[in-house]
């Protein structure tokens, strides 16, 4: 049996349970019960972020947690006064919505984090809690952003580093909540989005994952020549300021192309739509620019390097300028 459980089966866990946040205790008996404060809340080191919820009465959410509020030595709202890679766990209960500077902040919640530390954050669900389309909260004048589960991962996904951080529990909370009460009086019940994430090693191909300056610049440029091409419906008065591109470079992939001429159609251009024939045969001259990395090419795509053994293909940079980049074959 968990040391959490242990705890409950002493009858210990009542002083706590009517002493930590209000939020938190809505649902404590539950996440006691099915082992989320065992799985995610059991270390030894743990900072509870802004855990009095303005009561000055409550206490941090474990025994060994360390409670941290505006006030607490070394903290300024924004960095922790703890080491990297110090902390088993961050929580933080109906705090993040509070913060203009959710970027740095969250941020620095996942530096004191260790490799395999928890980040858990719950946050009031706009549809649950706020009931409106937009700020101001009629509810607590003091939010500064309404969430969804949606746009809770895309702060996460701004501000933490890419490849650094993994979903391990996602839910709408919603136990006891009552969606009969009309939208002049308060929510009842618990109105709340729960995640947690681990962070993890970042992976070394990590890298690789991120497009380079040169590669953006690539891609921008690739792009602009394009759309100038099919917005004046003919090749020469685009490709006449066509200047050959780095070897290393990224371009702009075929599918995302198409999607954008023949499926949607562009709308800076009237909502065009082409057929893939129509746009290949547009697009195609322009690849004629491209100074195209064989060497790359090869290695990438090994059957390639066979064809080119075997005395079946010989123009390596014809072949992706023909089908490769049609294919969605780039190099790394």
């Known amino acids: 049996m968990g040391r959490w459980m242990e705890e409950k089966k002493q009858g210990t866990t009542e002083a706590r349970r009517t002493r930590i946040g209000i939020e938190f205790r809505k649902a404590y008996d539950r996440r006691l019960k099915d082992g989320f404060i065992e799985r995610f809340l059991s270390g030894k080191h743990i900072l509870d972020v802004g855990y009095r919820g303005g009561d000055p009465n409550s206490m941090p959410i474990t025994d060994e947690a360390i409670g941290v509020e505006l006030g607490y030595p070394g903290y300024d709202g924004v960095t922790l006064p703890f080491p990297d890679g110090s902390q088993d766990a961050v929580m933080a209960s109906h705090v993040l919505e509070h913060i203009s500077l959710y970027q740095a902040v969250l941020a620095d919640w996942y530096r004191v984090l260790r490799v395999g530390g928890y980040l858990v954050i719950f946050v009031p669900h706009r549809f649950l809690f706020e009931r409106r389309p937009d700020l101001p909260s009629k509810w607590n004048g003091d939010h500064r952003r309404f969430y969804t589960a949606t746009s809770l991962l895309a702060e996460l996904d701004e501000s933490l580093p890419l490849n650094g951080w993994r979903i391990r529990h996602l839910v709408d909370n919603d136990a006891g909540y009552d969606y009969k009460i009309p939208l002049h009086l308060p929510p009842q019940g618990s109105y709340e989005i729960e995640l947690v994430v681990e962070k993890i090693e970042i992976p070394e191909y990590t890298a690789r994952m991120v497009l380079s300056p040169l590669e953006k610049g690539n891609r921008e440029t690739f792009d602009a020549f394009i759309f100038e091409t099919i917005a004046q419906q003919y090749v020469d008065a685009a490709f006449s300021s066509v200047k050959p591109f780095s070897a290393s470079g990224y371009f702009t992939p075929w599918n995302q192309l198409r999607e954008r001429f023949v499926i949607r159609g562009a709308p800076e251009i009237g909502g065009l739509k082409l057929t893939d024939e129509r746009l290949k045969s547009l697009v195609r001259p322009l690849l004629d620019a491209v100074d ?28 992706w300028r023909n089908h490769g980049y049609f294919e969605g074959r780039t190099w790394d």
């Open 292 to 319: 195209v990395d064989v060497e790359s090419y090869s290695k990438t795509y090994h059957e390639l390097q066979k064809a080119v053994a075997d005395g079946r293909l010989s123009d390596l940079a014809l072949h």
